[in-house]
């Protein structure tokens, strides 16, 4: 199987605070591991690529000293939103892709992120 | 800028009928096709991978793929209510191996 996982479900904090989100590959090395976000209704965002070992890459628009990304190993990485704001609640959404050739993502359950 | 469309639906079908789903891509040299399933409050679910022009069949689903009309589409035969979900094409390809997400196509299927 591919299995990701994400912890927590669903969290909810206080406007100011910073919260990690984390995604893990739990039956396979995944080298490579996005994050999404999804507001109701609408489609996904890519926010960022995790590279294990690396510095991740942002797409346009996503900041990144607000979303921090680290990717320590092959199969963990975490996304930390710091000092959230009502707007940053979301649907936060991680995939994994195996470390060995083909495209295919594994997404995780996501995380429910609700900021009051 | 690789796009990916769908069209959002929503699509409704009976109960037993084919429900089909198409999706259109503008980069020429993208390899790899997915479709994803969600369901309403939960993460895309991988249903079906296509990388050859073609019918590719699993169980009741069927993707097909046209690269020459950059097309591809997903046929859902004998639809149950259970199949009732947002289907995600993702396309593939070019060296930053990323997938291009389509917007969805809300499917219902009626009892």
């Known amino acids: 199987g591919a299995v990701v996982s994400q912890h927590p479900s669903r969290v909810i904090c206080k406007s100011g605070t910073s919260v990690k989100i984390e995604c893990r590959s739990l039956d396979f090395q995944a080298t490579t591991m996005f994050w999404y976000r999804q507001f109701p209704k609408k489609s996904l965002m890519l926010m960022a690529t995790s590279n294990e070992g690396s510095k991740a890459t942002y797409e346009q628009g996503v900041e990144k000293d607000k979303f921090l990304i680290n990717h320590a190993s092959l199969t963990l990485s975490t996304l930390t939103v710091t000092s959230a704001h009502p707007e940053d609640s979301s649907f936060y959404i991680c995939?994994?892709?195996?470390?060995?050739?083909?495209?295919?993502?594994?997404f995780g359950p996501g995380t429910r992120l609700l900021v009051l | 800028q690789k796009e990916v469309e769908q069209n959002s639906g929503p699509l409704s079908v009976p109960e037993g009928a084919i429900a089909s789903l198409n999706c259109t891509y503008s980069d020429r040299v993208s390899q790899s096709f997915f479709w994803y399933r969600q369901y309403s409050g939960k993460s895309p679910e991988l249903i079906m991978s296509?990388?050859?022009?073609g019918d590719k069949e699993d169980g009741r689903f069927t993707a097909q793929l046209n690269k020459a009309s950059q097309y591809v589409s997903l046929l859902i035969r004998d639809s149950q209510p259970s199949d009732s979900a947002t289907y995600l094409c993702a396309v593939g390809g070019g060296s930053a191996r990323q997938l291009t997400f389509g917007s969805g196509t809300q499917l219902t299927v009626l009892p």
């Open positions: 296509i990388y050859s022009n």
């Open positions: 995939s994994a892709r195996r470390s060995e050739g083909l495209e295919t993502q594994y």
